[in-house]
Nanobody, 119 residues
Framework: QSQLVESGGGLVQPGGSLRLSCAAS????????MSWYRQAPGKERELVAS????????NYADSVKGRFTISRDNAKNTVYLQMNSLKPEDTAVYYC????????????WGQGTQVTVSS
């Protein structure tokens, strides 16, 4: 059974940094692109960043470009989101996401990790 487990969220002051981790299991992690999404209270879930299976390409939402960096370690089946220069508007629940093929396409989401940016 495929599973994604996030960690690393917390409370941080504006301008601070956090690194989120997402540990994957149950599928061949190294062959799939991975993404981070976030959902703030009262707002729709939005794509934050994505990375290809070999880390050859990354993509970011305009709101986080230059501040966030997505990376992965295929040996550890883990994807990361380094968040710098955090702003109050970055406050949200952050989710790890994978679209995996096993006789059909399946979407997998982690349980989410809360990031709160506040003084």
């Amino acid at each position: 059974q495929s599973q994604l487990v996030e960690s690393g969220g917390g409370l941080v002051q504006p301008g601070g940094s956090l690194r989120l981790s997402c540990a994957a299991s149950g599928f061949t992690f190294s062959t799939y692109a991975m993404s981070w999404y976030r959902q703030a209270p009262g707002k729709e879930r939005e794509l934050v960043a994505s990375i290809t299976s070999t880390s050859s390409s990354t993509n970011y939402a305009d709101s986080v470009k230059g501040r966030f960096t997505i990376s992965r370690d295929n040996a550890k089946n883990t994807v990361y989101l380094q968040m710098n220069s955090l702003k109050p508007e970055d406050t949200a629940v952050y989710y790890c996401y994978a679209l995996v093929y096993s006789k059909a396409w399946f979407q997998y989401w982690g349980q989410g990790t809360q990031v709160t940016v506040s003084s």
